[in-house]
Structure formats: structure tokens, C-alpha cells
């Protein structure tokens, strides 16, 4: 059964909503701001909201966030109760979302913001969903760069849903998009292929990405391979389907070994050094350990899901004094909802 959706934000519907994930992103987020508010303004002029997901950060992300929320009504801090990483962070403001078109974007500023205009532009065109396909990297490493292209083609060819390769979560997308994903309970997510997986019009935008404006990256080699994890198992069942065809290929293995041990045995030859049964138990001890590997992922996620947890907990919602308020003459300040829409899954 599906959760409940979480209630959104007691706003007026504008007509793009811009949601950004932020982990430790201190050093960047006044140029983001910059950049991405005279994109909005561009695109759909005073009718538009940025939804800021501070995901537990342990610099002075939520204090310079709220710096420049002081002084524009248009922004909401979306404060999470502890770091709960970037697919759950991009969930949680996504669930709060009001606009009829939703923006994602990444706070390191590697995808532009700038290409918004572009994108409504095509989705003026009849797109429902308009995604960033990206031609060149800049500022990547060759272990990086390779890694990236060798996953991507991996989980578009194991998976059922295609998935565009070279493709992050930078896009824009529909509110009838929005609400068919926020429809989706799973806990371990892979939001690009959740995206992919709902279907309707879907169309590419290429573009090179930057360099990272500032800080370091958020995705080191232990989290990129949890990452890949969650997406082969979210997406494909062809693993398990290995582990069986292993099984047998180990198993034909096996009894021809035995074969060849009885006719040693009747032909009177007996069966020189421990070389080769050291080499047969290694190789079935190997694909054993292999098999219920696999077979731990996916009943892990499924024990996972089973236990209806919330997939985020938002501690509050910070946003300004509204311009009308302000017009009246108030001075400006930031009021928190201790929201009610703590929650969701």
C-alpha cells in the first residue's frame, strides 16, 4: 500500500518549484543562490519557489541558508532531522513541491542552472519530463570517468526500464511525473530510474558538465559503489538469475569431476596430490559465498522494506517573512514551521 503523500507547503501554487539537495555545501550555496534564483526569475517570473534540503550538514550550511532566506520570500530550508543522503534529501523536498513543474538540481554547481529556459522551452513542446545528458566532464578523473560510463551502460543493460546513460538526477519534470513518483514507497532509491520507470514523454538535453564550484565531492568510492548497489538490485533481478545459472554451471562442474574420480577409481588409478581438490573446493566454497551474497542484497532491502519506516524525518521548514508582509511594512525574519509533514513512507 502506498504511504500517505506528505502535506506540501501552505503556499500558492506557482508555476516551477526548484529543489536542491545540500550536504556540507557552506563555501557554495550564496553563488548557487545567485545563479539559480535569476534562472527561476527568467523562467517563470514571480511565480516561482526554491526548496533548499539541508541534509544534516555539519558546516555552516543550514546558517548561510538562512542567510539569504532572510531576504527572499521565495526560498524554504527544508531541514532534515540527521543526514539521511542524497536520494532520501532529493525525496524529501520533492515531497514538499508545490509548483506544476519541478526543477532538480545539485548544489555543487557542476549542472548549470542556467539551461532551465531550455528546458521549459522543450517541455512547452509537450515533454514531460526534460533530463540533463551529459557530453563532456569536466574536472573528473580518469578512475572517475570511467568508472561512471562502465555503471551507466551496466544498469541500462540489466534493467528492464530504460535507462539514459551519462544522465544524473538534473531535470525537470511534470506534476503529474512528481506525483506518480511520490507514489513509489521503496526505501533504497535510485531516483533517475524511478523517474525513467514512470514513463510518459521523456526527452534529452546535452550539455557539458563543470567542474564542482566549490568543496569536495560527496560521492567518494565506498558511497558510488553503495549507489550502484542500490540501483542494479532496485532495477534488474538478473544478479539472482546469475546466481542460478552459476549454481548449475558449478553444479555440471561438480559431477563431472566426480565422473572423472570414479573412472580413476575402477580404472585403478588413484588420484595424484591435493592440487585439484584444494582447486574444485575454492572454486564452489567461491560461487557459495557468491550466490548467497546476492541473495543477502535483495532480502536485506526487502527486510528493510518491511519495516514501514519513514524514509525521512524533516526536523522543520524555515522560510521568510512574505513579501506581502514585508510590502506592509514588516520587518523581515525567518519563521520555522515545526512541521506536522514530518514524514513520509
Given at each position: 500500500m502506498p504511504p500517505a503523500p506528505t502535506p506540501r507547503l501552505s503556499v500558492p501554487t506557482p508555476r516551477l518549484s526548484a529543489v536542491v539537495p545540500c550536504y556540507n555545501e557552506e563555501s557554495g550555496v550564496g553563488e548557487l543562490h545567485r545563479r539559480l534564483s535569476a534562472a527561476c526569475a527568467a523562467a517563470a517570473p514571480g511565480s516561482y519557489e526554491i526548496l533548499y534540503v539541508n541534509d544534516g550538514s555539519r558546516d555552516g550550511t543550514l546558517a548561510a541558508l538562512q542567510a539569504i532566506a532572510a531576504s527572499d520570500p521565495a526560498i524554504a530550508?527544508?531541514?532534515?532531522?540527521?543526514?539521511?543522503?542524497?536520494?532520501?534529501?532529493?525525496?524529501?523536498?520533492?515531497?514538499?513541491?508545490a509548483g506544476e513543474r519541478i526543477f532538480v538540481l545539485d548544489a555543487d554547481l557542476q549542472d548549470p542552472p542556467e539551461l532551465?529556459?531550455?528546458?521549459?522551452?522543450?517541455?512547452?513542446?509537450?515533454?514531460?519530463?526534460?533530463?540533463?545528458?551529459?557530453?563532456?566532464?569536466?574536472?573528473?578523473?580518469?578512475?572517475?570517468?570511467?568508472?561512471?560510463k562502465a555503471f551507466y551502460r551496466l544498469i541500462d543493460?540489466?534493467?528492464?526500464?530504460k535507462i539514459p546513460v551519462d544522465t544524473g538526477d538534473y531535470r525537470l519534470m511534470s506534476r503529474r511525473v512528481l506525483d506518480a513518483f511520490l507514489a513509489m514507497p521503496e526505501y533504497h532509491r535510485f531516483v533517475r530510474g524511478m523517474i525513467s520507470y514512470v514513463g510518459f514523454r521523456q526527452v534529452p538535453l546535452l550539455y557539458d558538465r563543470d567542474q564542482r564550484y566549490a568543496g569536495v565531492t560527496k560521492y567518494p568510492l565506498r558511497k558510488m559503489l553503495g549507489f550502484a548497489v542500490d540501483a542494479i538490485t532496485g532495477f534488474s533481478i538478473v544478479p539472482l538469475r546469475l546466481a542460478t545459472w552459476l549454481g548449475l554451471a558449478t553444479g555440471a562442474l561438480s559431477l563431472a569431476l566426480i565422473l572423472y574420480t570414479l573412472l580413476s577409481w575402477l580404472s585403478g588409478h588413484?588420484?595424484?596430490?591435493?592440487s585439484s581438490l584444494m582447486a574444485a573446493m575454492l572454486l564452489l566454497g567461491s560461487?557459495?559465498?557468491?550466490?548467497?551474497?546476492?541473495?543477502?542484497?535483495?532480502?536485506?532491502?526487502?527486510?528493510?522494506?518491511?519495516?514501514g519506516r519513514p524514509l525521512f524525518l524533516i526536523s522543520e521548514v524555515i522560510r521568510a517573512t512574505p513579501a506581502a508582509a514585508l510590502e506592509a511594512g514588516a520587518t523581515a525574519d525567518l519563521r520555522t514551521e515545526k512541521a506536522e509533514l514530518t514524514s513520509t513512507g
Amino acid at each position: 500500500m502506498p504511504p500517505a503523500p506528505t502535506p506540501r507547503l501552505s503556499v500558492p501554487t506557482p508555476r516551477l518549484s526548484a529543489v536542491v539537495p545540500c550536504y556540507n555545501e557552506e563555501s557554495g550555496v550564496g553563488e548557487l543562490h545567485r545563479r539559480l534564483s535569476a534562472a527561476c526569475a527568467a523562467a517563470a517570473p514571480g511565480s516561482y519557489e526554491i526548496l533548499y534540503v539541508n541534509d544534516g550538514s555539519r558546516d555552516g550550511t543550514l546558517a548561510a541558508l538562512q542567510a539569504i532566506a532572510a531576504s527572499d520570500p521565495a526560498i524554504a530550508i527544508v531541514n532534515l532531522s540527521r543526514n539521511h543522503g542524497h536520494q532520501l534529501a532529493l525525496t524529501a523536498g520533492l515531497s514538499l513541491a508545490a509548483g506544476e513543474r519541478i526543477f532538480v538540481l545539485d548544489a555543487d554547481l557542476q549542472d548549470p542552472p542556467e539551461l532551465l529556459g531550455e528546458m521549459m522551452r522543450l517541455m512547452d513542446s509537450g515533454a514531460d519530463v526534460v533530463y540533463g545528458q551529459r557530453r563532456q566532464r569536466a574536472g573528473e578523473s580518469a578512475f572517475k570517468l570511467t568508472t561512471a560510463k562502465a555503471f551507466y551502460r551496466l544498469i541500462d543493460r540489466l534493467s528492464s526500464v530504460k535507462i539514459p546513460v551519462d544522465t544524473g538526477d538534473y531535470r525537470l519534470m511534470s506534476r503529474r511525473v512528481l506525483d506518480a513518483f511520490l507514489a513509489m514507497p521503496e526505501y533504497h532509491r535510485f531516483v533517475r530510474g524511478m523517474i525513467s520507470y514512470v514513463g510518459f514523454r521523456q526527452v534529452p538535453l546535452l550539455y557539458d558538465r563543470d567542474q564542482r564550484y566549490a568543496g569536495v565531492t560527496k560521492y567518494p568510492l565506498r558511497k558510488m559503489l553503495g549507489f550502484a548497489v542500490d540501483a542494479i538490485t532496485g532495477f534488474s533481478i538478473v544478479p539472482l538469475r546469475l546466481a542460478t545459472w552459476l549454481g548449475l554451471a558449478t553444479g555440471a562442474l561438480s559431477l563431472a569431476l566426480i565422473l572423472y574420480t570414479l573412472l580413476s577409481w575402477l580404472s585403478g588409478h588413484v588420484v595424484t596430490g591435493w592440487s585439484s581438490l584444494m582447486a574444485a573446493m575454492l572454486l564452489l566454497g567461491s560461487v557459495q559465498l557468491l550466490i548467497l551474497g546476492i541473495l543477502g542484497e535483495y532480502v536485506g532491502r526487502i527486510f528493510m522494506q518491511s519495516k514501514g519506516r519513514p524514509l525521512f524525518l524533516i526536523s522543520e521548514v524555515i522560510r521568510a517573512t512574505p513579501a506581502a508582509a514585508l510590502e506592509a511594512g514588516a520587518t523581515a525574519d525567518l519563521r520555522t514551521e515545526k512541521a506536522e509533514l514530518t514524514s513520509t513512507g
